[in-house]
């Protein structure tokens, strides 16, 4: 196995370019997300504690399922200044104040990127895009490594100073690949996301990965379901064509859903048209939820998702 | 069954309005539709036709499924002096030039509104849109009648001058229902339009109505097939709804898509928030189709439509 | 000046419909509005209050134009059991925690629908869509009256059961309108809506209403302001046309923007075909701007919108 | 000057790639291009030609400002056996048949791709989209050089195996850069692509390219015209950002619109948030009109285009 590593060992040496999303103030950034039963005075509560603090809000965004006993969702992010001297202090409060409600709540300090894996095959679009955005800054995320079952895309990788491993998927070996995955990932990523990669992940790999995944599905999901959506799309002549970015659970194509979006298409449009013109969507959708997942904006709501 | 007509002869006179689409020169429009196995010199061969006529053409679409012995679709709308009066002659003389060739047309006369029968049950968003529309003259139809299985719209038909007829479905006695169906639009209509008509058809209505029949279902099809579309979205989590016109076949949902459209929605629209934001969907969407088949620039390829 | 409201006597019967939107438990409702200069400590203070009271809040929307120093926008939603009776107290806590912060606030009970006059000419595409949303229940408000220099809409309106008011403009005589108008609108109405009103507003008028004026411009403003924008439109042969609707001030086609929307056209539309495709976008955008202000989700930022 | 191009001469050697698009019988494909006054017959006429040399039709668009004396527009793309030995015999015939007609027209073959100069500055948005859509053979183009006022993107041009020309812009030396612009071009390519060059083209250059130039703007025209759009466009309030591709003039943002697209923004965003959201719809309206253009769907009529 060591000869999947030694491709990434000729990494070229990575063009300088300017720094990931920051600002001077940033290192005083917090995200607070809450969610649980909801129950009157949650916000009153928590909005306490950061006012005692001096928080300054910068955004607060709620959601209830219900005015009554429904499950209620929150993000609030704040600036605090000396954030990494108080965090630990500030934790202990709101866990005092929130003890016994039954809320669940994480506390994330901006500057702590997520670190993302790319998976891909052949495709490049939906990873250049990912890549090309990080670079410029748009993305708020560290992509630690791309993996891949080809190598066709290792020198475009690379040339954004990212590792590149590449790991072939034999359709025998298949529980052999997901044990380099999963070494290649531990402790190493937050997140794992799938740029058009073209092999089904094993329940041993979405077992053991701990960390969220997100897929690009090439329709509108529920519709054109599993295989070649952009063939069916053709055959049942639909008049827009789209794409899913999902959260990946053990049942196919039927994650949460992150972002969805359509273009229109006419009978013109071969099967291959409409797959080039799908994957402007793809990208587009892809990278708009991986920067709303690490952004903390995406709370899982059972199989539907709260985007704030 | 005389009791379902006495209702419509309380018929409000109409509010006089301008007429239907039509300028001075409308009469001397016309259409031809030509589809079938492609083959080389189609195209020079009617407008040969239409050149030795003096026919000036106002607008010229045609499609081929492939460049190959692919199946081939052509509207053209010309016009010509004195159509009506010229309109045998050229009819004989399409008729020899395509002798033959196996491809099938129709020439249409623009002056000649398709008749309409628009059926409806108590949402009256889609019913509405039809109706104004053809009174502001954008809808180039006349619009025949209207049935109901409810009497709830009645008033708000005839307002427009239009008859309503009320015919209630009963679960046992569909065939009666259907029987009615058919007497009332047999030799009065070319076009039978479901503007959110919750009855299915039966098989035998389908077999005899002998015109087309466009239906609008609320969601994106094939997504959501079935009843009750805005739940199901709502349960999947997705961030688009949409809606469907489509011609009606003995396959339920299953018919030639003509039209679609979607809107973005997020996880604070509830179930009913969804119905009301597709039901402008709905009414655009059923609108452009009605249109645009009244037209004559929808033709059908298998299961799949052309639309020029 | 009489003769203008004889018209209106002859109001045929409302036909009657489902009241506006209204749960059981809408009499409990109401909506805080605060905005001023952004401190610290604001969210907190003000949901300490609500939660004093039990109020349990259903959603909660805030803006700081500026992380420091910034102008500060919230709205809240929340349920309140017995507010009829508590509402006056609760107006007095709030009134004393928001005391010196110089922030200003308003409280509204849901039930209060805005009282709405519509003002058209002849098209009726933007005023019917209204009143047709306001009787299925989808406008939370009450449309008073519809104002008129064109007697042209007055059956259309009635048949709503709405009072039609025809006063005619005579350039000569626009002071004359004026008065008419501001004596029919006075205390009436918490709201007027320009639908498609042909007429330039006298100073006086917008001086002297004391209420909000909502219009509906048929372009995507800043793009073609003033007259004929679909004649501009098809001239710069733009491939996308617009509306846009905004509050009136002083400056014609100036004031802030509250909604837009546009719609691909192409070389094949012309100008007539524009307005035609624009009226749709127009009633949406209108529509859609008329529900958010009656909701109190619109807040001015100098001449910005804030739209929660 | 001989400094400039000495960066050209490092260039890296290309990456293999997939050859632009090409099917087998590309060879074998052309497009004709015929417009001028309008006049019964002109498709007729063209398609006798056509199919008395057996040419295949594969796609035909026509477009006609006026039933009546107005001007014509005709694209018609077909397959003929042998095209490359047949071209100059179907040419003369051709034009023989229009030799009269007053009718402008061009035969292109569809293997000669056009050559294409990207002009460029700092961001790397839509020139790195233009080159990787043609790498991936989504552009029928060769991109024969990119020119740019900046060397900051020459690694990622030159990765691609294109050539880098950095010709620096001195504002009391622009005759001189002109005069380099026009001897790198002269001969070499058939378009030029401002790709966000944020320099003013001279009007000699203008004058003297010989070539189409295709901008975009970073507004939805004719809003917003002349610099920094994003900001008007926060400080007006606008809800819709766009971008707008055109054939460049002498008159500064007044050309003939190819593309338009707008995406929705809200209070949230920033003026510096609606700069990369809009970067999102310049690449895409870009890459689109590059690719229209270059397919020859794009015919000039006045100021305004015809897409087909």
């Given amino acids: 196995m060591t000869t999947n590593t030694a491709v990434a060992e000729k990494t070229a040496a990575p063009i300088p370019r300017k720094s990931p999303v920051a600002d001077p103030d940033e290192a005083n950034i917090a995200r607070l997300i809450v969610h649980g039963t909801d129950r009157p005075g949650i916000v009153s509560e928590i909005t306490s504690v950061l006012s005692d603090f001096g928080a300054n809000i910068i955004a607060f965004d709620q959601y209830t399922s219900d005015p ?125 996301v799938l740029a058009r990669y073209m092999q089904i992940l094993t329940e041993e790999f979405i077992d053991e990965v701990r960390v969220p995944i997100i897929n690009i599905h090439h329709s509108f999901l529920p519709a054109f379901i599993g295989a070649a959506p952009y063939r069916k799309a053709k055959e049942r002549g639909v008049k827009l064509i789209g794409a899913t970015a999902h959260y990946v659970t053990k049942d196919l194509d039927e994650g949460p859903i992150i972002a969805q979006d359509v273009v229109p298409v006419t009978h013109k449009e071969s099967a291959s048209d409409l797959q080039r013109r799908g994957a402007d969507v793809e990208r587009r959708v892809l990278s708009f939820a991986v920067e709303a997942h690490c952004q903390d904006r995406v709370l899982r709501d059972g199989n539907a998702t709260i985007v704030f």
Same sequence: chains 1, 2, 3, 4.
């Fill in 68 to 192: 009554v006993g429904g499950r209620y969702f929150q993000r609030t992010v704040f600036s605090l200044e000396n954030l990494s001297v108080e965090v630990e202090r500030l934790r202990a409060a709101l866990g005092g104040a929130l003890e016994g409600t039954g809320l669940q709540w994480e506390l994330i300090e901006a500057k702590n990127l997520k670190r993302v894996a790319v998976f891909a095959s052949k495709s490049d679009h939906c990873l250049l895009d990912l890549l090309w955005r990080q670079r410029r800054g748009e993305l708020p995320v560290t992509i630690s490594m791309v993996i891949s079952n080809h190598p066709d895309l290792s020198e475009d990788v690379r040339a954004f100073g990212i590792p590149y491993f590449y790991v072939p998927v034999d359709k025998e070996k298949r529980d052999e690949a997901t044990q380099r995955h999963l070494e290649l990932l531990r402790n190493n990523v937050d997140l794992v």
